[in-house]
């Protein structure tokens, strides 16, 4: 079973230019999240959805766009890439969305914005 | 809001040595406690987690932490560690009420040398 999965695993932009991250989940889970990594921080909340249609900011949503089309996939879009999004990014999902719930993570998209 | 703060960025241990990862957490509600696991090139997975009940909680590989609320900490422990326990470890809060919004600490990186 393939849980959560991310693509590109690596990519390299230049500043203005657009990129969709991919992130499909296998397991029926309802919640999805994408977290952003900076380097010596831990991973802060980008953005969320409770279901298909149904998304919400987290900690840091600015320059960032997504959507939930189908229970199974949570893109997220850079529309005008800039060197502070460099990072590495991270989605995942859980059943429910309840606090004492585990995430399931993918392995991740190491982004470099030059 | 919450917060978490992992005392130390960086642990070098020697191969069975006894191992200690400190975390301290802040807020204001009560709160679910977790830490994940980031093996190299790997996203984060689940390692233990308190909710209620007994302050010591065990995972499956030898790791135990203990909940510790009044010196609000979770400190993370393993009495004899193998080189493949090498890894990044994040501690994670979550409020018990509403839907779950991790709040991870900054992460510490286990090194284990033979």
């Known amino acids: 079973n393939a849980g959560v999965t991310q693509t590109p695993k690596f990519r390299i932009l230049k500043i203005g230019q657009s990129m969709t991250l991919q992130c499909t989940q296998d397991?029926?889970?309802?919640?999805m999240y994408w977290y952003r990594q900076d380097p010596g921080m831990g991973l802060k909340l980008i953005y969320y959805s409770v279901g298909a249609g149904i998304t919400d900011k987290g900690e840091v949503p600015n320059g960032y766009n997504v959507s939930r089309s189908t229970t199974e996939d949570f893109p997220l879009r850079l529309e005008l890439a800039a060197p502070s999004q460099t990072s590495v990014y991270f989605c995942?999902?859980?059943?429910?969305?309840?606090?004492?719930?585990?995430?399931?993570f993918g392995p991740g998209t190491r982004l470099l914005v030059l | 809001a919450q917060s978490v703060t992992q005392l130390d960025s960086q642990v070098p241990v020697f191969e069975e040595a006894p191992v200690e990862l400190r975390c301290n957490y802040s807020?204001?509600?009560?709160?679910?406690l977790f830490w994940y696991v980031q093996y190299p090139n790997q996203g984060l997975q689940l390692l233990l987690k308190y909710l209620s009940g007994s302050t010591l909680v065990e995972s499956i590989n030898g790791f135990e932490a203990e909940f510790n609320k009044s010196q609000t900490s979770f400190h993370l422990r393993k009495p004899s560690v193998h080189i493949s326990d090498t890894a990044e470890y994040f501690c994670a809060v979550s409020e018990i009420q509403g839907a779950q919004k991790l709040v991870f600490g900054q992460g510490t990186r286990l090194t284990i040398n033979p």
């Open positions: 397991m029926n889970h309802n919640y």
């Open positions: 807020s204001s509600v009560s709160v679910y």
């Open positions: 995942a999902s859980s059943q429910s969305g309840q606090a004492r719930e585990t995430q399931y």
